[in-house]
Nanobody, 117 residues
Framework: QVQLVESGGGLVQPGGSLRLSCAAS????????MGWYRQAPGKQRELVAE???????NYAGSVKGRFTISRDSAKNTMYLQMNSLKSEDTAVYYC???????????WGQGTQVTVSE
């Protein structure tokens, strides 16, 4: 069974940066894709960025050019570098791993990111 633990969230001013980490315990060798999702109060959870096993990345339009997803296979860890943060980026950010397309996969517990003066 895979467990995902996010870290790196916090309070940052607009224009600032944060790096989120997602450490996976257990085997994720055969995964289909890993991704970051976020959920703001009163809104549905949305995909922020995704990286496939082959290294292909996909970003939400609202974060393209500001966020970068990456992974370190040796450390079983995925990252989300977030630059030029805006107040609308405020949300709980969740890590996700899927072994097959269009399946729920496994989720982390989430980490809060708050962008405010």
């Amino acid at each position: 069974q895979v467990q995902l633990v996010e870290s790196g969230g916090g309070l940052v001013q607009p224009g600032g940066s944060l790096r989120l980490s997602c450490a996976a315990s257990g085997s994720i060798f055969s995964f289909y894709a890993m991704g970051w999702y976020r959920q703001a109060p009163g809104k549905q959870r949305e995909l922020v960025a995704e990286i496939t096993r082959g290294g292909t990345t996909n970003y939400a339009g609202s974060v393209k050019g500001r966020f970068t997803i990456s992974r370190d296979s040796a450390k079983n860890t995925m990252y989300l570098q977030m630059n030029s943060l805006k107040s609308e980026d405020t949300a709980v950010y969740y890590c996700n791993v899927k072994w097959y397309q269009n399946t729920p996969g496994a989720w982390g517990q989430g980490t809060q990111v708050t962008v405010s003066e």
